[in-house]
């Protein structure tokens, strides 16, 4: 370096040197490296974050993952700690398969379409119905229902359906997307069906509120540890691709009827794989 003489050593106009280039211009060893970020222009529309949810969903075509759920207050009645395997391919087929930590198989749910199974080997019930039904029907379902709610922040199948509006409110460091049923203002409902919250720098959502009928809250969903997810395509990652595929790692889900929560943490998410039709199991 030019401020070291030829044995190794600061000379006396070397270090006034160098201290002048802190004091005066900040030097290139003080200034932090670019580095890649996530952080996008911010949009300032709903329909801006509409498409913006939509580009995501987009992004994944199918879906392997292997977490660790841990469930308190008696939501599943089977295990406390479970190692699951989820399989998804688009646009509504999803797995998910649950175990003990030494391999024992504690259930199987499969959705497909509008239809889905849930088989519990150690309780020797399937069920087996229309997703519109599970809450009413099988109360064994509906925690299940609430897993598929969480994972959908990794599978990115959140979006804003065809027929749903929206509408946009600042709320401090986050935007709040409302998202209303399609007819909506014809059924008489004044509440939204879902709110999603999205972290005003980044644009990820950090949180989604499920709403029933009458406006209670029916979960909550946190989402964090936002990473890119590993894509197999061989496509080239532009900073653009490459945020379409960041997902969360950590989903933690509380029941707002308060049965309890449900935290998921994944150790390995695989996108854009071929998902062969004896992997995602059978709903009926």
């Not at 003080?30 to 952080?39: D, G, R």
């Not at 994972?151 to 946009?168: D, H, I, K, Q, S």
């Not at 709320?171 to 069906?193: E, F, H, M, N």
């Not at 009458?214 to 936002?226: Q, R, S």
Request: charge should be neutral.
């Amino acid at each position: 370096m030019s401020w070291l003489s030829r044995n190794g050593h600061l000379t006396l106009g070397g270090t006034c040197g160098f201290l002048m280039c802190l004091l005066l211009s900040g030097c290139s060893l003080m200034t932090p490296k670019n580095e890649t970020s996530f952080e996008q222009t911010i949009p300032t529309t709903a329909e801006e974050l509409t498409t913006l949810l939509r580009q995501r969903e987009a992004a994944i075509h199918s879906l392997k993952g292997l977490f660790t759920a841990k469930v308190r207050g008696g939501l599943i009645p089977i295990a406390s700690r479970v190692e699951g395997t989820v399989y998804y391919r688009r646009p509504n087929a999803v797995r998910l398969r649950g175990f003990t930590p030494i391999g024992g198989e504690l259930f199987e749910f499969v959705q497909a379409g509008d239809l889905y199974k849930l088989r519990l080997p150690t309780m020797g019930r399937v069920l087996t119905g229309r997703q519109a039904e599970m809450a009413t029907r099988h109360e064994l379902a509906r925690p299940f229902q609430l897993s598929i709610w969480a994972v959908g922040g990794v599978l990115g199948t959140g979006v804003v359906a065809n027929g749903e509006t929206v509408r946009l409110t600042e709320a401090g460091d986050r935007y709040r997307l409302d998202v209303y049923a399609a007819g909506w203002s014809d059924t008489g409902r004044t509440t939204p069906i879902r709110r999603l919250w999205f972290d005003r720098r980044t644009l990820f959502v950090v949180q989604e509120d499920r709403l029933a009928t009458n406006g209670d809250i029916d979960a909550t969903i946190y989402y964090e540890d936002f990473r890119p997810v590993e894509d197999v395509t061989g496509d080239s990652w532009s900073l653009e691709r490459r945020s379409a595929l960041v997902r969360p790692f950590k989903i933690s889900l509380e029941d707002g009827r308060g049965q309890g929560s449900i935290q998921i943490v994944f150790h390995e998410i695989l996108s854009n794989q071929t998902i062969k039709t004896e992997e995602l199991g059978e709903a009926l």
